[in-house]
């Protein structure tokens, strides 16, 4: 079946614009997280979304960054104002259920450039 | 509390030769660690995951060895092929009301030379 799928899988844009990150979890998953890799880093985690349970956007690293998750499946993280150091890749993972000891399906990721 | 933190930063092993990865805890309710394997321009992928309630795991030519009275534990590839090379995150898990959370390690560059 279709993996977690994330568009667009390159973003280039300019200092202070806004820009919308897309993922597409697998069918039926109703966690859903979002991560960012810096070059070379490790995951750093953004948000968290189970069911129609609130967030989890302890991760979010500032008010620029916002996330929704309609009707329990796609996502959009949204970065305002963008900034040099948003640059990073951008990961999107769903997983069936919200225990941790699920495993996490990773998207490709949107590799994100503010010039 | 809540760190991980995974040794060496990058590793170069000769084709047919052993990697080892390690990682260390402090978090004493953690009960899962997974191992994600990374290819450039893909996300992680789940590899091998082990729980407490054994010292080894083995799939293949993956093996975890779990140390729980040092908080440690470590990936061991056998017979290491250029295929294999990639970033190897472990993490971990099991910390109460946040259990949804895996605690990253800060990943390991593996290069497998032929």
């Known amino acids: 079946g279709a993996g977690v799928s994330q568009s667009p899988s390159n973003k280039v844009t300019e200092k202070g614009k806004d820009v919308e990150l897309r993922c597409d979890p697998i069918s039926g998953h109703t966690a859903l997280y979002w991560y960012r890799q810096s070059l070379g880093q490790g995951l750093e985690f953004l948000i968290y979304f189970q069911g129609n349970s609130a967030p989890d956007k302890s991760g979010l690293p500032s008010d620029r960054f916002s996330a929704e998750r309609t009707g329990g499946s796609v996502s959009t993280l949204t970065i305002q104002r963008t900034q040099q150091e948003d640059s990073a890749v951008y990961l999107c993972a769903s997983s069936q259920s919200w225990a941790s000891q699920n495993e996490q399906f990773f998207g490709p990721g949107t590799r994100l450039t503010v010039l | 509390q809540q760190q991980v933190k995974q040794s060496p930063q990058s590793l170069i092993v000769q084709k047919g030769g052993i990697s080892i990865i390690n990682c260390a805890y402090e978090n004493t309710a953690f009960d899962y660690f997974p191992w994600y394997q990374q290819f450039p321009g893909k996300g992680p992928a789940l590899l091998i995951a082990?729980?407490?309630d054994v010292s080894e795991k083995k799939e293949g030519r993956f093996t975890i060895s779990f140390n729980k009275s040092a908080k440690q534990f470590s990936l061991h590839i056998m017979d290491s092929q250029p295929g294999d090379s990639a970033t190897y995150f472990c993490a971990a898990s099991g910390d109460g009301a946040s259990n949804y959370q895996l605690i990253w390690g800060a990943g390991t560059k593996l290069i497998i030379k032929p």
């Open positions: 082990i729980r407490p």
